[in-house]
């Protein structure tokens, strides 16, 4: 039987060859340009052939059953696959690396493969019939070849191969004509249509080689079950047999082969079981080799293979293709940008200075005229998105009735473009509110864009970079403003930040925060710090609470004053306290003070709200105490929620008698040397300035809290800095400014100020921004005392009146001394001459002038 198989095997060589063929003529075809492959079949049977000879001694006449063991076993299929990597690659760095990443991952099935190949093979060794063991070294001897070969020879065959064909093509002098057309022929394998084609051919499976293969293994397991499981007796055992002559080398040796040789011998069932079940060479040899073919069809699949090297190399194409795209749009943003500034008009330098002895009359330019490039913008023209999407083309936006059915698919408006969203929005209706974009697209920074273009449109611009190309608006955190800080966002703005200090105050070194675009504002409340910081300030804070005064109407004055003597009793008051408290965790009711107009009644609530301003903790509550009190007088009327006798942003005496959010005191004393040293002036002086200026001149003015110099400017600086509400510094730059004079002599200046209600909070509102944070964060002052409700919010405070204190005591040295003018020439305003011929008048005159 094992016989009629190995001839039958045999007879099939003609049409394995014919397979075989067609398979090579699939990988030549693929590598007709470089022969790649037939140089590696050529060139593994001449090594085949040599190895056999010369190391086993073994006739010619051999070789004509191997070969084909040969053909069948080498793998041409992964060296079709190597070199179509190799072909990818556009340069020799390119060459090498996708040669390696091919060896990389084909490596460790091909080294499997080959242990396989081998095992199963190898069984045929075993057999018994001598024939067939001589041809299954043989094949084993090729498959080990086979992958010598391919690990060694052929990458670096493939590899050198391709740089001289590079080589020559480059060397040659060609035609204009004939460069065009080596350069198709260099890219034709990357294009991804042909790619594609590659990958097909090479998921196709052959039949005819899989279906011999399959023969050729069950076969061989066949004959060496057959040769290991025939019982026989002995008595049956013929002696007639077959000789087989094989000649080796000259010396030709005669080997009579009978069948009794093929046999195993015939004993009972038992014998048969123990002699399987003891430990030999031939049953380690089979585990191994159900061993290695479990985990080669478990672990490595070549199809798996196969498709990984095709998603690296469409990976690589992808990445080419970017790069490409990526230096398009480099060259045509620099072209826009050099463009653009061939346009645009010179720049001029600015000129100002900082010396403390430039004179007045030097050039200086204000800081006015900006042109595109003297801010950072952000003109959709230097987007790279936008210059991408200006080489795609635009396909025309599609009709309304479409575009309503995508935005309420699950696609949603996320998927329609620009223009059909701003088709959307122009419409009308309930399709797209403007105010509501960002939330419907689900992109605040593409909500904004598609605003600012349907605005500047409405305004009859073009484009919106015609109005708003210097108006930043990306690169931030949206999340964070959307129904919190501001609605219908166009961009933002950026403002300067600088900082004031150290301040020493209460002990501790503080560095302020101050965002203005005040020139000469952060230099002098600078300056100010440092004369305080000699003995430091000290500070003492009041929590006074925030408050909202709504406005009640009643029918009659009698009903009103009714109602007031109710919500002032202890009893009643606990109860509308109880309905207050409620609304919060840390909004807690301290007092009502109620004024009576006729039948109108104001409700000033005051209440504590923790590192929080308040405002909304305070309104809330009120709300719900306010019903507690039309329960009890249902004829009250509402007329208000705010009755202005809280009373916010506006100049109120209420709120500089009774306070308002922090009550701060600061003092400070500054020794003689300070004031003639650094601020250049004396105490005495300071005094009657402060005394004069701030008490005397306010009264004169009637003004309502405005006992200082400038504490607002302070204030809104640090407001707005650190995300406080900047209109609130009307109420919160209410300042007592007061100077004395102090010690033995008395040469040294005493000062304090006095702040009754400064708004300030420490969460909430803009203090979740990005940028307002980072400055509560350098005052350590951000978020929520972890301990102790309204501590940020308190220290914050102190903070401000102390910075306040600074530039109080700097300007009124400045004022003193004429040197407000002086710098703010120097550090905000141009000191050129508008009129030359007037000052050269008055220069004249000067000189005429007799001296006194």
């Known amino acids: 039987m094992a016989l009629q198989m190995f001839t039958m095997s045999r007879k099939l060589t003609s049409d394995i060859n014919e397979t075989i063929t067609r398979y090579l003529n699939i990988i030549i075809n693929i590598l007709n340009e470089l022969g790649i492959a037939g140089l590696f079949t050529v060139f593994s049977s001449f090594i085949f052939t040599s190895s056999i000879m010369n190391f086993l001694e073994s006739d010619i006449s051999d070789l004509k059953d191997a070969l084909f063991f040969f053909l069948l076993l080498i793998d041409l299929s992964k060296a079709g696959i190597l070199a179509k990597l190799a072909l990818s690659g556009s340069n020799s760095d390119e060459v090498t690396q996708n040669i390696a990443r091919g060896m990389e991952i084909l490596g460790p099935a091909i080294s499997l493969d080959t242990l396989v190949e081998a095992l199963v093979i190898g069984v045929g060794t075993l057999s018994g019939v001598q024939r067939l063991e001589v041809l299954s070294g043989f094949a084993v001897i090729s498959v080990i070849v086979n992958y010598v070969v391919f690990m060694t020879f052929y990458p670096a065959c493939l590899s050198l191969t391709l740089d001289l064909s590079r080589n020559c093509s480059s060397s040659n002098v060609a035609t204009p004509t004939e460069i065009v057309e080596r350069s198709n022929e260099k890219h034709k394998i990357r294009d991804p249509s042909l790619i594609r084609a590659l990958s097909e051919e090479d998921q196709k499976q052959n039949p005819i080689v899989q279906r011999v293969k399959l023969i050729m293994s069950s076969g061989l397991m066949i004959v060496h079950a057959h040769s290991r499981l025939t019982f026989s007796d002995n008595d049956d055992v013929e002696d007639a047999g077959t000789v087989v002559n094989v000649n080796a080398g000259t010396d030709a040796k005669n080997l009579n082969m009978t069948p009794q040789m093929n046999k195993t011998e015939s004993s009972d069932i038992s014998d048969y079981i123990m002699r399987w079940l003891s430990i030999s060479t031939e049953q380690i040899f089979i585990l191994i080799l159900l061993l290695a073919l479990c985990i080669k069809f478990i672990f490595f699949d070549r199809d798996d293979l196969t498709n990984q090297l095709q998603r690296d190399l469409a990976r690589q194409m992808e990445e080419e293709e970017r790069r490409k795209r990526e230096k398009q749009l480099e060259e045509v943003s620099k072209t826009q940008t050099t463009k653009s500034r061939e346009e645009s008009p010179p720049r001029r330098r600015a000129m100002f200075s900082i010396s403390e002895e430039e004179p007045l009359t030097r050039e200086i330019e204000v800081q006015t005229d900006l042109t595109a490039f003297d801010v950072f913008g952000d003109s959709d023209e230097d987007n790279p998105e936008f210059i991408e999407s200006a080489l795609v083309p635009v396909r025309p936006p599609r009709s309304i009735e479409e575009c309503v059915k995508i935005m309420m698919s699950d696609e949603g408006a996320k998927s329609l473009t620009d223009e059909e969203l701003i088709m959307l929005v122009n419409a009308g209706g309930n399709y797209m509110p403007l105010h509501k974009i960002e939330t419907i697209v689900e992109d605040s920074e593409r909500g904004v864009k598609i605003r600012r273009q349907i605005i500047a449109s409405r305004l009859g611009y073009k484009s919106s970079n015609d109005i708003f190309g210097t108006l930043s608006y990306r690169q931030y955190d949206y999340s964070k403003v959307l129904n919190a800080c501001c609605e219908n966002v166009l961009g933002f703005v950026e403002i300067p930040v600088g900082y004031a200090g150290p301040l020493t105050l209460d002990g501790k070194k503080y560095f302020v925060p101050m965002a203005t675009t005040e020139g ?148 400070a004393r500054i020794s003689e040397d300070v004031l003639r040293n650094l601020l250049k002036t004396d105490a005495k002086t300071l005094v009657q300035c402060n005394k004069l200026k701030n008490m005397a001149g306010s009264a004169m003015a009637g003004s309502i809290g405005g006992n200082n110099a400038h504490a607002a400017n302070m204030v809104t600086a640090i407001f707005i800095a650190t995300g406080q509400d900047p209109a609130q510094n009307i109420t919160s730059s209410n300042c007592s400014t007061n100077m004395e004079l102090h010690g033995e002599n008395p040469n040294d200046l005493y000062m304090t100020c006095t702040m009754p209600s400064l708004e300030v909070g420490t969460v909430g509102g803009g203090t979740v921004l990005p940028g307002q944070s980072a400055c509560l964060d350098v005052l350590g002052v951000r978020g929520a005392h972890q301990t102790h409700p309204a501590e940020n919010s308190k220290q914050l405070a102190r903070v401000i009146c102390a910075t306040v204190m600074a530039g109080e005591i700097s300007l009124m040295a400045a004022l003193v001394n004429s040197d407000l003018v002086k710098s703010h020439m120097k550090h905000n305003r141009s000191s050129v001459v508008v009129n030359p011929a007037l000052a050269t008048s008055n220069r004249a005159s000067t000189t005429s002038m007799p001296k006194m």
């Open 520 to 667: 000469a504002l952060v230099a002098s409340t600078n300056r100010g710090c440092k004369a305080l910081s000699y003995y430091g300030v000290r500070s003492v804070v009041e929590d006074v609470g925030m408050t909202r005064a709504p406005c009640v109407k009643f029918p009659d004055v009698v009903s009103a004053a009714q109602a007031k003597r109710w919500m002032e009793t202890a009893e009643n008051f606990q109860t509308i306290k109880q309905a207050f408290d409620s609304t919060s965790r840390f909004a807690r009711l301290q007092e009502l003070l109620i004024a009576m107009d006729g039948p109108q009644l104001y409700v000033r609530f005051r209440a504590f709200t923790g590192d929080a301003m308040g405002m909304n903790m305070v309104s809330k509550g009120a709300e719900k105490a306010l019903r507690i009190v039309q329960h009890a007088f249902p004829e009250m009327q509402i007329i208000s929620l705010s009755g202005n006798f809280c009373s916010d942003k506006k100049p109120a005496a209420i709120n500089w008698i009774k306070g308002r959010g922090k009550r701060v005191v600061c003092e």
